[in-house]
């Protein structure tokens, strides 16, 4: 009885993959499917997640805020003893708490702006390459100018021009972080317009927008991820550089980058005030890599 | 032939492709010059039929190809298909027209999205032409045709890397059936694959043609192919035609000094005939197309040029019932 079951569940399973082998697939299903094989990158993506989730909820659950200072308590280590899990800066703020804060601050300008340069790079560099020609000659010319422009002094006159607000810090690193992405992307699709499936596609009559989406992009993801995983740490830092100049976020308010660099200060006498920013900021870079490793390998067919 | 089949599918009259490619490179401003890839090519092509086109590398033969597609618009001349001159026809024509006249890719690999599975490659033509088919009638369609093809359908969610050349040809002429065409144009579809492989590959072509009632232009390098699955072989070189032939014509009597140059070039499969055998090695280079000789392009290398071959205006004519030559001599 026990063994006709099982055999018949043999048969069933049998069937479900024979169905499934002549059913069609996408490369999308694939690709999900072969990124949660992929142990490394799962890890990192729930850490990621919970990393995400603390930098969010954390600052409600926990007893101290970020700007107040506790008088009985300055400059601690970390310690169970208190609720400073994270000991307390020179101000006696819980570390903890800014931390999170600051998370909130990074994670927000790491994903916004590197999404909005890695989009903008890819659909200007794509478009240069594929158009070629004079639309190409004078697209790249504007990405030549656009490194020509000393950031600082842009980002500087933006300010004092707009007010300090934190969409214009995403704003201003976005627009000085998207040429690569788009010198990058147009190589590739000037290699990739030459390949014999283009042309076959045009040979059967596909539709230009539909060339750019189904043959050119998807074989320029690989690189384009591997850009990604380059452009966030950069980008984060960037909004570092910008608030240490008084340009980016102010004080009590701050973001791993501020942190890191008052840690940095006092690293002799107090190296926590370093080391918890700057551990959060290597884990969360660490994992955006493994998380961009996974996908490359998810969305390369040939790694099945 | 039946009688229908005398009104040609296809007819290519004066097709010209001309590129503008850089000056003598002394200045950025130089005066462009003009590279004549094809030349002023005519021939027609009746349903069913196959049509071989040889010549050396570089003589236009795909780029002529590629002509007839409209994937390389041409310079000058007429397409007409089934009656409709394509060459002043819109963008709505050619969509319509490449229902009819698929395309067979000389790198099977290379000729497949790496990221598309089988199923996908196969039925995308189907997706662009007959969107209003279901998702489940697509794949019927396209299991049916890869049976067709000798693949089997345990492959339908493989990627094109996981298939060997001869495997990738077979995909490749799936996706040129699918839509039932009546032209498929073949660029050196066996020149990259194995010898074996090149066989079987060919009588699938055939095999299809006849079942299908196909019509093929078949470009290729080697003669021994193009004997084999030709019915009419036209001669190129240096983006002229030299010679237009039914196959045994052009075989047991070549009209044209370069068309016996290519044929005197074949192995013969006897060590004993082979080694008597003279090859008529042609002397010289290839002339540049940007600057081809006058008259006739050939004389720079004919053994047979005279005078008048440098002067006189070059057209294919007329010579015997079965063939055409483009040589004052023949």
């Known amino acids: ?304 | 032939m039946s009688e229908q089949s005398k009104q040609p599918i296809l007819s290519v009259r004066d097709v010209k492709v001309h590129f503008q490619v850089k000056g003598d490179g002394k200045w950025p401003w130089s005066a462009k010059r003009t590279l004549k890839a094809v030349d002023g090519v005519s021939f027609d092509l009746y349903a069913g039929e196959t049509l071989g086109v040889v010549g050396e590398s570089g003589c236009g033969k795909s780029t002529l190809s590629r002509a007839i597609l409209n994937l390389i618009p041409a310079t000058a001349g007429e397409i007409v298909w089934m009656g409709k001159d394509l060459t002043r026809g819109t963008d709505k024509d050619w969509h319509a027209v490449r229902k009819d006249i698929q395309m067979i890719f000389q790198d099977p690999l290379a000729s497949l999205n790496p990221r598309m599975t089988v199923a996908h490659i196969i039925g995308e033509p189907l997706r662009v032409h007959k969107p209003e088919l279901s998702e489940a009638e697509v794949m019927k369609r396209v299991r049916a045709m890869m049976a067709r093809v000798g693949l089997r359908e345990q492959m339908i969610n493989r990627y094109p890397h996981e298939f060997s050349g001869g495997q990738c040809q077979r995909i490749g002429i799936a996706r040129a059936l699918i839509l039932e065409p009546k032209l498929i144009i073949c660029d050196e579809p066996v020149s990259a694959l194995d010898v074996s492989i090149q066989a079987q590959i060919i009588n699938l072509l055939k095999e299809l043609q006849r079942e299908m009632g196909l019509a093929l232009i078949f470009i290729a390098h080697d003669l021994a192919v193009v004997k084999h699955i030709s019915d009419r072989i036209l001669v190129m070189y240096l983006g002229r035609e030299m010679e237009l032939a039914q196959k045994h014509a052009l075989y047991d009597a070549p009209a044209h000094p370069y068309t016996r140059a290519l044929l005197s070039a074949i192995p013969i499969p006897d060590p004993k005939l082979e080694k008597g055998k003279v090859i008529q090695i042609l002397q010289g280079d290839l002339p540049s197309p940007i600057n081809p000789p006058s008259g006739c392009v050939f004389r720079t290398r004919c053994p047979q040029a005279e005078a008048r071959c440098g002067t006189e205006k070059i057209q294919l004519r007329r010579i015997s019932e079965q063939s055409q030559s483009s040589c004052l001599l023949a």
């Open chain 1, 1 to 304: 009885m026990m063994q006709s079951k099982q055999k018949a569940m043999t048969a069933a399973l049998d069937n479900g993959l024979a169905d499934a082998a002549v059913e069609g697939r996408s490369l999308w299903r694939d690709a999900r499917l072969r990124f949660f094989r992929n142990k490394a990158a799962v890890l990192s993506l729930i850490v990621l997640a919970f990393i995400t989730l603390a930098c969010v909820f954390g600052p409600m659950l926990l007893p101290h805020t970020y700007e107040d200072t506790d008088w009985d308590a300055m400059g601690i280590a970390p310690t169970l003893a208190n609720t400073h899990w994270f000991g307390t800066d020179a101000l006696g703020r819980d570390l903890l708490v800014r931390c999170l804060i600051g998370g909130r601050i990074s994670l927000m300008v790491g994903a916004l702006a590197t999404i909005a340069s890695v989009a903008l790079g890819i659909v200007w560099g794509a478009t240069a390459g594929f158009m070629g020609g004079k639309v190409d000659a004078l697209m790249m010319r504007v990405v030549d100018m656009m490194y020509a422009v000393p950031y600082l002094l842009i980002a500087i006159l933006m300010v004092t021009l707009l007010g300090r607000d934190f969409y214009l810090v995403v704003l201003t690193i976005t627009v000085f972080s998207w040429m690569d992405m788009a010198r990058v992307v147009r190589g590739q699709t000037l290699a990739i317009k030459s390949k014999e499936y283009v042309e076959a596609a045009h040979a059967i009559g596909v539709s230009t927008p539909k060339i750019i989406f189904r043959h050119i992009v998807p074989n320029l993801l690989g690189i384009v991820v591997i850009y990604t995983t380059v452009t966030v740490p950069g980008v984060i830092l960037t909004e570092s550089v910008l608030s240490f100049l008084g340009l980016g976020v102010q004080e009590p308010m701050t973001s791993w980058g501020v942190l890191i660099q008052d840690g940095a200060g006092v690293m002799d006498a107090s190296p926590w005030i370093l080391l918890f920013p700057a551990g959060l900021l290597s884990v969360t870079l660490y994992c955006a890599n493994y998380i961009g490793d996974g996908l490359r390998d998810a969305l390369d067919p040939k790694d099945r």
